[in-house]
């Protein structure tokens, strides 16, 4: 729908892109000049006690009741205005601001009030002695930088201020936030597990710094871009983030062994899993009490330690086996070396731990062998088990084929990164010809 809201006489529809682009400019110009006037009327209103008189408890109280807005947001105009407030004396002479550079600022629509609220707490929480040496410096180097700053940058220069001139501040601050840390987590009623989290800011960083390598889009396949939101692309960089800590030997041990995850499903429902119509009974995550489905559980179990255990009716052990891991180190260094991280097709080295993924799974009779098995990422694993790619190896390299869904022709794909034969086939030509011993024709 066309807009037609009209300035001057003319619709917005008939303006020229320039005229649009100016207009919306001095609108801003013209808002933020009207926001100063509104802060001088503040001020003066608290000078005279205008809330009293109607009854209310303080000029913030009274401001939220007029404007209908929250608060804090009365409570920060109030604050604001009482610092950029241009009054004069008794006298007639014009009495200067606290922040006269941000009150000039605010009078030439250069900036915002909410440039202004950076501002004013930045001085505002500064200790006295600061206040009182440091104010005006403050006051015209932040008001100089709002001019082409957003309020949130504006914050981290602020914030830079406070940490040069208040140094014992700023410590008492991150102390406290340390003290505040908190992590929680809850399953929720749709069996997905929530975490919130605050974190101080070094502990932050560090999140942020692990988190974003894992959480990068993925490379553009075929022209088709990841297609993961920004929340699902950290979501897979979080999991990626704690298959390496679980595959690390740094980590303590309960009872003699790593935390891994642990789940317990009945070895003939485990085996029936993906056989169409079937009704096996699901796993149990132990660490939650959680059902998975057996399909799951298979893509879990390529890679992982069984550990078999007989169970009577009571659901007691009566015997327990030895712990085995089906994709041995000797064979996990052999596929790395062959498939590099990820084998499938077009995956650019993706972060996390690889996991070895059996093409006939070894519940299936399948072998835990270097011909059975290739390398996948935590994506591209779950990809091909729910999307049923097959799997072959030619020539000792693995080469997968698309489900008709993804590709109608099912044309093969070859993965694994490429060997160094391959390379020299392929540079034959560019090889250069050995030279024959010199005093030889």
């Known amino acids: 729908m ?7 006489g003319r619709s917005a529809v008939a303006l020229r892109d320039a005229e649009i ?9 013209a808002v933020r000049v009207a926001r100063m006037r509104q802060l001088q009327l503040i001020a003066e209103a608290g000078h005279r006690g205008l809330h009293v008189e109607r ?9 939220q009741g007029l404007l209908n807005i929250d608060f804090g947001e009365a409570k920060s ?44 707490r930045c001085v505002r929480t500064m200790p006295e002695h600061a206040r009182v040496h440091h104010t005006p410096q403050i006051d015209a180097i932040l008001a100089d930088n ?11 220069l602020a914030e830079r201020i406070k940490y040069l001139l208040d140094q014992d501040g700023a410590y008492r601050d991150e102390e406290a936030q340390h003290e505040a840390r908190e992590l929680h987590y809850a399953t929720g009623r749709d069996g997905m597990l929530v975490v919130k989290a605050r974190l101080d800011r070094e502990v932050g960083a560090k999140f942020v710094e692990a988190l974003q390598p894992l959480a990068g889009p993925r490379p553009e396949t075929e022209g088709e871009k990841d297609p993961r939101s920004a929340g699902q692309r950290n979501a897979d960089g979080f999991a990626a983030m704690i298959d390496l800590v679980l ?3 740094q980590m303590p041990r309960t009872g003699g062994q790593r935390p891994h995850l642990n789940i317990t499903i009945d070895f003939d429902d485990l085996k029936r899993g993906l056989l169409l119509g079937d009704e096996g009974m699901p796993g149990t995550l132990q660490a939650t009490e959680q059902s998975i489905t057996a399909e799951n559980v298979r893509r879990v179990a390529c890679d992982c330690e069984v550990l078999p255990m007989v169970l009577g009716g009571d659901s007691l052990p009566l015997d327990v086996g030895t712990s085995r891991r089906t994709a041995p180190t000797h064979i996990r260094a052999a596929l790395l070396q062959r498939d590099g991280v990820c084998a499938f097709p077009g995956c650019d080295r993706p972060p996390g731990t690889p996991q070895a993924h059996h093409v006939v799974h070894w519940i299936d009779g399948g072998p835990t062998t270097v011909e059975n098995m290739v390398m996948l990422c935590a994506h591209h694993h779950r990809v091909v088990h729910g999307q049923r790619w097959g799997i072959a190896l030619h020539h000792g390299r693995p080469v997968f084929t698309p489900p008709s ?6 044309t093969p794909r070859p993965g ?26």
Not at 100 to 110: F, V
Not at 146 to 156: E, G, I, S, T
């Open 2 to 8: 066309a807009v037609e809201l009209c300035a001057g």
């Open 21 to 29: 682009v100016a207009e919306i400019a001095e609108i801003e110009r």
């Open 55 to 63: 009854g209310a408890r303080s000029p913030q109280a009274w401001l």
């Open 77 to 120: 105009r109030v604050v604001v205005a009482r610092d950029v407030e241009q009054r004069t004396s008794s006298w007639g002479e014009p009495l200067r601001a606290d922040l006269p550079a941000t009150a000039a600022a605010l009078t030439d629509g250069a900036i915002g009030i909410e440039h202004a609220r950076v501002v004013s």
């Open 146 to 156: 709002a001019r082409h700053m957003c309020p949130r940058d504006l914050a981290k």
């Open 247 to 249: 595959d690390s030997d």
């Open 405 to 410: 869904d993804v590709d109608p022709s099912r």
């Open 416 to 441: 694994g990164r490429a060997l160094p034969a391959g390379y020299r086939a392929t540079l034959r030509d560019l090889i250069p010809a050995p030279r024959a011993p010199e005093g030889t024709a």
